[in-house]
């Protein structure tokens, strides 16, 4: 039954469609100089009917917005950690596709650059688990047991038993 089936479903065309995403074409860069300056970038700009860019930036305080594939954030200070953000509005053929994505942004004075801010660990402390083993019975909810009785789980010296 299944090979025929399989068969009608050949024999009548299966048809798929490839789904497109959109959002997978749109990015952006900044330019190698202390004032952030963002500009949008997409390899769909011959294909779709529009694209139109909003921006946000954020320092610790407060936030500016911007629109256009290119936006200038002056009050934005290189010392700042930024929160960028971006939403992309991409009409085609009567659809409106909405690309959005933030990112974190420190200026690196050695490159000139706004750059990804990446997430390092500062320090590792080793966690030392202090194990009791007093030999003492408890039930799955915590409470001390004096005596276990036949098919009961209990906790002894932090492993499970059945008894």
């Known amino acids: 039954m299944k090979k025929l089936l399989f068969i009608l479903l050949v024999i009548f065309g299966l048809q798929t469609q490839a789904q ?6 749109v ?3 900044t330019l190698p100089q202390q004032t952030l300056t963002v500009i949008g970038n997409s390899s769909l700009s011959n294909m779709v ?5 909003s921006w946000q930036a954020c320092n610790s305080t407060l936030c ?4 256009g594939d290119t936006a200038s954030f002056v009050n934005i200070l ?11 509005y991409i009409c085609f053929m009567g659809a409106t596709y909405i690309c959005m994505d933030c990112d974190s942004l420190v200026y690196n004075p050695n490159s000139y650059q706004w750059e990804l801010m990446s997430a390092q660990p500062v320090g590792i402390k080793e966690l030392i688990v202090d194990k009791i083993n007093d030999g003492k019975m408890y039930d ?23 008894r």
Request: glycine residues 6%; contains cysteine; aromatic residues 16%.
């Open 20 to 25: 497109v995403n959109w959002c997978d074409s």
């Open 27 to 29: 990015s952006y860069t």
């Open 49 to 53: 009917d529009s694209i139109t860019w």
């Open 64 to 67: 500016y917005s911007g629109s």
């Open 78 to 88: 290189s010392t700042d950690t930024v929160k960028v953000c971006y939403d992309a």
């Open 140 to 162: 799955l909810l915590g409470r001390e047991l004096f005596e276990v009785s036949t098919g009961t789980i209990y906790i002894k010296n932090r492993k499970k038993y059945i």
